[in-house]
């Protein structure tokens, strides 16, 4: 699996690739803005879920803007998925629980 990285004006575009380099399985988007970074999406293809690619996509951008607040906005069935990887929930704006990762 390989991940790329893209920016381009403060947008930030991650793809997954998978093992052939074949096809792109899972990407992410982040947005750097006043200082901070949102994590606007974060998708796996469902064919490829449940093994771990989420978990190396997110900590490739753990990584790149662990400098940084991390804030994404996210349904209540991944606010724990989150928590796992060092995030805390501070809010929720209807449908979606704010979760915040600190530098």
Known sequence: MRIEHQ????LHRYEC???YGCSVVASAV???QNGHAYLQD???SPGHRGRGIGTQL???VIADFGDRVLVAGVFQ???QWYERH???QVG???ELFKVVRWP
Do not use: T
């Open 77 to 79: 069935a991944r606010v």
């Open 17 to 19: 690739w998978d093992d």
């Open 86 to 88: 060092g995030f805390e």
């Open 92 to 94: 929720r704006e209807n």
């Open 7 to 10: 920016e381009e004006g403060g």
């Open 58 to 60: 997110l900590k490739q």
């Open 42 to 44: 974060i998708n796996v």
């Open 30 to 32: 982040v947005q750097v």
